[in-house]
């Protein structure tokens, strides 16, 4: 291993949505009609979206950007309402009362957003976003965000 980067999911300042348990009411409620952006298709943000999709059990629409900064500047612009990007990217804005954090990606709390809840992974399971195996859905499978 050479190194890590974990990752955070935030929303801009004002959304509605404040907890990763609203958001996934939210996004159960209405399939397909929330967005959540990554920083582009078949990179560490876009597999952690997914994990969280499918181990969460909703539909959102993924939209990949061609970088980190042009995605941070629609979720600050308010084009796209949820993000998973890096916590180094992120941070500035989320110091600048731009974007909110909802969670971040680590089995421990960040030390970068100690605030912040840390993921945990499905019961039985060795997969997280920051590795590159899929998740096996099974009896047990849980939220890797929890509220």
Do not use: C
């Not at 159960?28 to 582009?40: M, N, Q, V, Y």
């Not at 909802?102 to 605030?115: E, F, I, N």
């Amino acid at each position: 291993q050479v190194a890590t980067a974990n990752l955070v999911l935030v929303t801009h300042a004002d959304h509605a949505v404040r907890d990763v348990a609203a958001l996934v009411a939210a996004a159960r409620a209405e399939p397909d009609k929330i967005t959540l952006a990554s920083f582009g298709t078949a990179t560490v943000s876009h597999f952690a979206g997914e994990w969280f999709k499918s181990v969460a059990g909703i539909k959102m629409a993924h939209v990949p950007y061609r970088g980190s900064g042009p995605a941070m500047n629609d979720l600050v612009g308010k084009h796209v309402p949820f993000l998973i990007d890096t916590i180094v990217a992120a941070k500035p804005q989320i110091e600048a009362g731009k974007i909110r954090p909802l969670a971040v990606t680590s089995a421990k709390r960040s030390a970068m957003l100690p605030a912040l809840q840390a993921s945990t992974s499905p019961p039985g399971s060795r997969w997280s976003p920051r590795r590159a195996s899929p998740p096996r859905p099974g009896p047990g499978s849980a939220m890797l965000w929890p509220p």
